[in-house]
C-alpha cells in the first residue's frame, strides 16, 4: 500500500485516546468538532468479511476505537452517551456472541483478538454504568436546585443528569455474569492461559464490582436482592475458581511477573526528567514483567477487588474460601518477596498494578482477619513508598486499616517480653533542659505507641495527604464522570506519593514552612533561628517520632532496606530546626532518642554516606552549619541535640565537619556537656579517636580549644578527653619522628 488516505488506522485513533486521556477539554472537542464518534461507531460495528481489510487489522481497529470510546464515557460525554444509547442493542448482541461462541480454553491464539475486543468492549458499559449510577443524585439535586459544582469564579453550577439512567443497564449483569461463570469454568480445565484471555475475564470482574458497589447508591436498591445476588456470586461462582487447581498456578506466577518484586533496572533511568514514559521495558531491553505473555495480573487484580467489594457489601459471606486464599503459601511468599526486594522498577507507570492488588489483599485481610499479622503489616509498611501520584486514597485506607491499627500492631507487644530486648533497657536517657526528663524504656515507648495507634495514624494521614490529592484521587477510583477533568497524572519529577521516609514527611513540610517564614523576615537574627511551636506542631512531631520509633524497631527492615541510616538521621535532626523548642518537649525528646538508639545500633554509626545532602541543603555540610547555628541560639545545651552534633565529628568523615565546630562555630562547643558514658551508649569512643588525627589545623584548633578554657574537663568531659587524645598523640608522632 503506497498510500494511507482515506484508510481507517488504529494508529491515529491510539492517538485520540491520548489526546482524550489528557482532559476533559481535549476530548469534548475530539467528539464535539470533529464528529469522531460517527466514525467510532462504524468501526465497532464492522464485519471483517464485508470489509477489504485483513481479519487482525479489522479486530484491531475495533479495539481501539472502543478504547477512545470508553475515555469520552469517562468525562460522560453527551454524545458518547447518546451513542451508547444508539449502539445498546449492539452491544447486547456481541456479549451474546462472546457468551455463545468465544471460550477462553479453546483457539486461544486464533481468538486472540477477540479476546481484546471483548475487553475493551465490557470496558465502555462499565464507564457507561458509572454514568447511569450518578443520574438520581444528579436529577435529585437538580429538583433541589443545588449545585454540583464551583466554577472559577466560586458560583455552584446545577448539572443536569446524565441521559443515561440506572434502569437502561439491566440487560448487562446477568449477561456478563453468565460470561464469568462460562470463563472461569473452562479456565478451571485448561491446561493453557494466555495474557488476553485473562483479560477478559478480568473485565467481567470489574464490570460486576463496578455494579454491586453503585447498586447500593441507588433508588431501587433492595439489599434482599443484593444480597442474594452477592452469595450466588461468591459461593457458585467465584469459591469453586478460588479452590482450583488452575488459580493456585497463578498464585505461584505473581513472583515471576511482578514489577515491584524484579530486579531488573528502570528502563528510564537515563531518560531526562521532562520526558514522560510508562517504562514498559527495562533497561537492557527487556519487557516489564507484568507485560510478558504468562502473567497472572490481568485477571488476579481485578478477582481479588471484586472478593473485596462483595466481602465489604455482604455482611456474613463465607470467610473460608478467603482465608484460604490469605493464607496460602503463594500469597505468603508472594508478600514474603515484595518485602525483601529492593522496589527498583517502582517508579514506572505499570507498578500500579502491583500496588494495586497488593493493598487489595491488605484491605481483605484486614475486613475477614488473617494469621499473618506481622507479615501483612511489614507488607503495608513497605508498600507505603511505592504508591503512586493519584493513588493517595490508598495511603490513607493503609494507615487507617492496616498500618495504624492494634490489630496488626498487637505483635509489638509480645516482643518487649523477649529476652534479645531487655539489653535495650539498659540505655540511660540523654538530659534535657525542661523540667520534664525523656523516658528511653522500650517498653514505655512501646505501650504508648500501641495504646495511641489511632491517634498516630489519624495525624499522619492529615499531614501526608492534602485535601485536594485525596478528593482528586477519590475521583479517579470511584469513576465519578462528571467531575472527572484527565484520566492521566500530570508528569512531574517524581510518580510517587511518598518519599522513602514516609514517616518523617510532615517534620520537612513543618521545617519547609519555617524556613519561609524566617526567609520573609527583615531582621538578621530572625533569620537564624524559628519561631516558637504551638501545641499542633508539637503534636504531630510526636505522631512522627512514634510511628518512626514503631518502623526501626519493629519493621527496622521495611524502612532501612533501600534507605541509609544517615538519610533518616538527616530527617530527624529536622526536628530541632521545626522550631526553637519542639525538641524539648519530654515526649519528642524520648522517642527522638529512640529513634537514635535504633539507627546506631548494629554499627549503623559507621560509613555513613556523607555525600548526600537533604533536599533543601546546598551541601551536607550546609546541612551541619545551620544545625550548629540553631544548637548556638536555642538548644539550652540539650543533650539528644549535641549527640546529633557529634555523629560528623567521627574521624572517618572529612575534616572540614570538625573543622566546622571546632573552628568557624566553636561557640557551641560548651553547650556540648555530654560525658563519655553518655556518648558511648550510641556510638563508641574508638570511632572518635581512631585514625589519630592529622590535620594540623585541627590539633591548633584543639589546643586553643584547651588553652582558652573554652571547654573543660568537669562541664565537657567527651571534648576535653577527645581533644586531649589527639594533641598527645600528635605529639608522641612528632617525638618519634625526631628520635628516628
Request: hydrophobic content about 40%.
Amino acid at each position: 500500500m503506497t498510500s494511507v488516505y482515506g484508510v481507517p488506522l488504529k494508529h491515529a485513533l491510539h492517538f485520540f485516546k491520548v489526546l482524550a486521556a489528557k482532559g476533559r477539554q481535549l476530548a469534548s472537542m475530539l467528539v464535539n468538532t470533529y464528529g469522531i464518534m460517527s466514525q467510532i461507531l462504524t468501526y465497532v460495528s464492522l464485519e471483517p468479511s464485508e470489509v477489504s481489510m485483513p481479519l487482525q487489522e479489522v479486530l484491531m481497529l475495533s479495539q481501539e476505537a472502543y478504547g477512545l470510546w470508553s475515555i469520552f464515557l469517562a468525562y460522560g460525554l453527551t454524545k458518547a452517551q447518546e451513542a451508547f444509547s444508539s449502539f445498546y442493542p449492539m452491544l447486547v448482541k456481541q456479549l451474546v456472541f462472546y457468551r455463545e461462541k468465544v471460550p477462553v480454553n479453546e483457539n486461544v491464539e486464533k481468538n486472540k483478538f477477540n479476546y481484546d475486543v471483548g475487553s475493551h468492549m465490557l470496558a465502555v458499559i462499565s464507564r457507561a454504568l458509572n454514568i447511569a449510577a450518578s443520574h438520581s443524585l444528579l436529577k435529585n439535586k437538580m429538583m433541589l436546585n443545588q449545585g454540583t459544582l464551583i466554577d472559577s469564579e466560586g458560583k455552584a453550577i446545577v448539572l443536569p443528569p446524565p441521559l443515561l439512567t440506572w434502569e437502561d443497564m439491566n440487560d448487562f449483569p446477568s449477561l456478563v455474569e453468565t460470561c464469568l461463570h462460562k470463563w472461569l469454568t473452562q479456565l478451571m480445565r485448561s491446561s493453557e492461559v494466555t495474557f488476553s484471555a485473562l483479560r477478559l475475564v478480568g473485565s467481567c470482574c470489574n464490570f460486576l464490582e463496578c455494579y454491586y458497589s453503585k447498586w447500593r447508591d441507588q433508588v431501587s436498591y433492595n439489599s434482599d436482592a443484593c444480597n442474594g445476588k452477592i452469595l450466588h456470586i461468591s459461593d457458585n461462582i467465584l469459591s469453586p475458581f478460588l479452590e482450583s487447581v488452575t488459580f493456585k498456578t497463578l498464585l505461584k506466577e505473581l513472583v515471576l511477573h511482578s514489577a515491584l518484586i524484579s530486579d531488573l533496572p528502570p528502563g528510564t533511568k537515563r531518560d531526562p526528567v521532562n520526558l514522560g514514559s510508562l517504562g514498559c521495558v527495562t533497561f537492557g531491553g527487556k519487557v516489564i514483567p507484568i507485560l510478558q505473555p504468562l502473567s497472572p495480573f490481568p485477571l488476579l487484580l481485578p478477582l481479588v477487588s471484586l472478593c473485596l467489594t462483595l466481602h465489604s457489601l455482604h455482611p456474613v459471606l463465607d470467610v473460608k474460601t478467603v482465608s484460604t486464599l490469605l493464607e496460602s503459601e503463594e500469597i505468603g511468599f508472594y508478600l514474603g518477596k515484595f518485602c525483601q526486594s529492593p522496589h527498583s522498577l517502582r517508579g514506572q507507570w505499570l507498578t500500579r498494578i502491583d500496588t494495586h492488588i497488593l493493598f487489595n489483599l491488605l484491605k481483605l485481610a484486614a475486613l475477614k482477619g488473617c494469621t499473618k499479622i506481622q507479615l501483612y503489616h511489614k507488607t503495608a509498611m513497605c508498600l507505603m513508598p511505592c504508591i503512586h501520584k493519584g493513588d493517595e486514597v490508598l495511603v490513607k485506607e493503609l494507615i487507617n486499616f492496616v498500618i495504624c491499627t492494634k490489630e496488626f500492631t498487637q505483635d509489638i507487644t509480645d516482643v518487649n517480653a523477649r529476652v534479645d530486648h531487655i539489653n535495650l533497657n539498659d540505655y540511660v536517657p540523654l538530659n534535657s533542659p525542661a523540667l520534664v526528663q525523656p523516658v528511653l524504656s522500650p517498653m514505655e515507648l512501646t505501650k504508648n505507641i500501641y495504646q495511641s495507634i489511632t491517634s498516630i495514624g489519624s495525624e499522619l494521614v492529615n499531614c501526608l495527604l492534602s485535601k485536594k490529592e485525596y478528593e482528586s484521587s477519590t475521583v479517579l477510583k470511584n469513576g465519578i464522570p462528571f467531575i472527572t477533568n484527565g484520566i492521566t497524572i500530570s508528569q512531574t519529577e517524581s510518580s510517587l506519593a511518598l518519599e522513602r521516609c514516609w514517616t518523617l514527611v510532615p517534620i520537612k513540610h513543618a521545617y519547609g514552612q519555617s524556613r519561609q517564614r524566617t526567609s520573609d523576615s527583615k531582621e538578621k537574627a530572625q533569620a537564624n533561628s524559628s519561631d516558637q511551636s504551638n501545641p499542633e506542631d508539637i503534636l504531630t512531631v510526636n505522631k512522627c517520632l512514634q510511628m518512626t520509633y514503631l518502623g526501626l524497631k519493629y519493621r527496622r527492615n521495611c524502612l532501612l532496606k533501600d534507605v541509609s541510616v544517615f538519610a533518616w538521621l538527616q530527617q530527624l535532626s529536622l526536628v530541632f530546626l521545626v522550631a526553637n523548642d519542639t525538641f524539648l518537649d519530654a515526649n519528642v525528646s524520648s522517642y527522638l532518642q529512640g529513634c537514635v538508639v535504633e539507627l546506631l545500633r548494629n554499627k549503623g554509626y559507621a560509613n555513613l554516606q556523607t555525600t548526600n545532602h537533604l533536599e533543601g541543603f546546598n551541601s551536607c555540610l550546609a546541612w551541619f552549619k545551620e544545625l550548629l547555628e540553631q544548637f548556638i541560639s536555642v538548644s539550652y545545651g540539650d543533650s539528644t541535640f549535641a549527640l546529633f552534633l557529634l555523629i560528623p565529628l567521627q574521624q572517618y568523615w572529612p575534616s572540614e565537619f570538625r573543622l566546622q565546630i571546632w573552628g568557624d562555630m566553636l561557640d557551641a562547643l560548651p553547650y556540648i556537656m555530654l560525658s563519655e558514658e553518655q556518648v558511648t551508649q550510641f556510638i563508641p569512643i574508638e570511632q572518635f579517636c581512631e585514625p589519630a588525627e592529622e590535620d594540623e589545623r585541627l590539633i591548633i584548633k584543639y589546643r586553643s580549644s584547651l588553652g582558652s578554657q573554652m571547654i573543660s574537663e568537669r562541664k565537657n568531659s567527651f571534648l576535653y578527653k577527645l581533644a586531649s587524645h589527639h594533641i598527645k598523640e600528635y605529639f608522641q608522632r612528632i617525638r618519634q619522628r625526631s628520635n628516628t
